[in-house]
């Protein structure tokens, strides 16, 4: 499997219907590019016979792409047709552009600040990360596009797929309870049972209400 790093997000930055992988095949080809460099396109509500928000595959994702200098070879691109500048992507678009974006991130382990619009290559130049002579011009995937917001909802995608926490047992809840409301006659019996409670172990399990605010101060 090709080491991923980044997924880039780009527009096709044509503001006409119609725009899909065999159109932009053909504007790279003319390009004298060997085919469509983006691996996927995700189409807008102009197309004649394709949904909006439709997702298509372009070039394989074990190929090297042509969708970003000097990030080719380790990143995945992703091309929403429209133009980023002019019109906001429609809301089937992100929905599947954020859908895509979680299920590469989870199979190549990219994490979510990693997913980046083309514009943003000019972060990693200024970290040192990518060479000067790559930086661009470009506002590709578009003015209107926050990718910050993109991130976040995938990052909400992929935090929903992970396990909910555990819930105590109904019994424990109800001990807690208990020690909760004679809190005075317990003393230090009761510190060492907080050191236990607010371990990072049992803070991800929600807790019953008598303890919930104490929990600030013992920590
Ligand atoms: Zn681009």
């Not at 380790?74 to 599947?96: A, E, L, M, N, Y």
């Not at 000067?132 to 470009?138: D, G, I, L, M, Q």
């Not at 409301?181 to 009761?190: K, S, V």
Request: aromatic content about 6%; some cysteine.
């Amino acid at each position: 499997m090709r080491k991923i790093r980044q997924l880039v997000v780009h527009t096709a930055a044509a503001d006409i219907a119609n725009v899909d992988v065999s159109e932009i095949d053909d504007w790279h080809r003319k390009r004298g590019w060997k085919g469509i460099g983006y691996h996927y396109v995700i189409i807008d509500d102009r197309h004649g016979s394709l949904p909006d928000g439709a997702l298509q595959e372009g070039r394989p994702e074990e190929e090297v792409g042509a969708h970003v200098a000097g990030l080719n070879r380790f990143s995945i691109g992703v091309c929403c047709v429209g133009h980023g500048d002019r019109r906001d992507f429609t809301v089937k678009q992100k929905d599947t552009l954020t859908d895509l974006l979680a299920q590469l991130a989870q199979r190549y382990d990219v994490p979510v600040e990693n997913i980046i619009g083309q514009r943003e290559v000019n972060r990693l130049i200024d970290r040192g990360e990518v060479e000067e002579e790559f930086r661009t011009s470009k506002t590709c995937p578009g003015t209107l596009l926050d990718m910050g917001k993109i991130r976040r909802l995938v990052a909400s995608k992929l935090g929903a797929s992970q396990p909910a926490a555990m819930a105590p047992p109904k019994d424990l809840i109800d001990a807690m309870d208990v020690i909760a409301a004679n809190e005075r006659l317990l003393g230090n019996a009761l510190g060492e049972w907080r050191c236990f409670f607010f371990s990072g172990e049992m803070r991800g399990l929600s807790r019953p209400k008598s303890f919930r605010n104490r929990g600030s101060r013992a920590e």
